[in-house]
């Protein structure tokens, strides 16, 4: 199986996209570390929409895969390396430590690996109902978080835990924490849900080694 071509070409348009959009190609009037934060905030929350809805959404309208987990850690890897070489210099526009930056990542890239083992169950099949409730699961995922938020102040409720914020409104939130080194709580629920993510590919793959394998057909008889 090739490079998705297709997939790091629409990825870095969607990166292009949303930096002109969030940030813009022109420079502030006055440059300065707090005139560039809330662009960069809102770019690596495009990012977190483009990785973890419109690359499920894409993959979930093509054909079936005939090799799903190879096809989705290829287009994991390929989607990794490119968005790392636009994240992590973001931090010279910004005072983010490197474990600030670290966590940022460490926290999308766990949320990304969790839908990635959602969508292996997935797009090899050819029910479109499989695919839709796939869908609606990954948009819950991502929206959960804001609707428990709103909830949660319109009902002067409790404030939801951490780990139900989802991939978009859970970087938001790290990336308030300007220059300040992350404290042990939210250091723990980043490497929960990190963990949820390894145990969700452990799950994956116990179950392709427990699927059923289809018998090989014969070759034809030469004679």
């Known amino acids: 199986?090739?490079?998705?071509?297709?997939?790091?070409?629409?990825?870095?348009?969607w990166i292009f996209a949303a930096w002109c959009l969030c940030i813009g190609v022109r420079p502030p009037i006055q440059p300065s570390i707090a005139s560039y934060v809330p662009g960069v905030r809102l770019f690596i929350a495009a990012i977190a929409v483009g990785l973890c809805v419109a690359w499920p959404m894409l993959r979930l309208s093509e054909k079936p895969s005939s090799a799903p987990i190879r096809q989705v850690l290829l287009d994991f890897a390929a989607l990794a390396v490119l968005l790392h070489v636009v994240l992590w210099p973001l931090r010279l526009?910004?005072?983010w430590s490197p474990e600030r930056m670290g966590l940022i990542d460490l926290f999308l890239f766990s949320w990304a690996a969790i839908i990635a083992a959602l969508l292996t169950n997935t797009i090899a099949?050819?029910?479109?109902?499989?695919r839709v409730v796939a869908m609606s699961a990954v948009v819950a995922i991502v929206l959960?978080?804001?609707?428990?938020?709103?909830?949660?102040?319109?009902?002067?409720?409790?404030?939801?835990?951490?780990w139900l914020d989802g991939p978009v409104m859970g970087v938001l939130r790290e990336t308030l924490g300007g220059g300040?080194?992350?404290?042990?709580i939210t250091w723990r629920g980043?490497?929960?849900?990190?963990?949820?993510?390894v145990a969700s590919w452990i799950a994956v793959l116990l179950m392709h080694l427990a699927a059923p394998k289809s018998p090989r057909q014969p070759s034809p008889n030469p004679d």
């Not at 199986?1 to 990825?11: D, E, I, W």
């Not at 300040?180 to 042990?184: E, G, H, L, S, W």
């Not at 980043?190 to 993510?197: E, F, N």
């Open 125 to 130: 099949s050819r029910s479109a109902t499989e």
């Open 180 to 184: 300040a080194r992350p404290d042990a």
């Open 93 to 95: 526009a910004t005072s």
């Open 1 to 13: 199986m090739s490079l998705p071509r297709g997939l790091v070409f629409l990825t870095t348009a």
């Open 190 to 197: 980043t490497i929960g849900i990190a963990s949820a993510a």
């Open 144 to 162: 959960l978080g804001p609707i428990a938020y709103v909830a949660s102040v319109r009902m002067e409720w409790p404030a939801p835990p951490n």
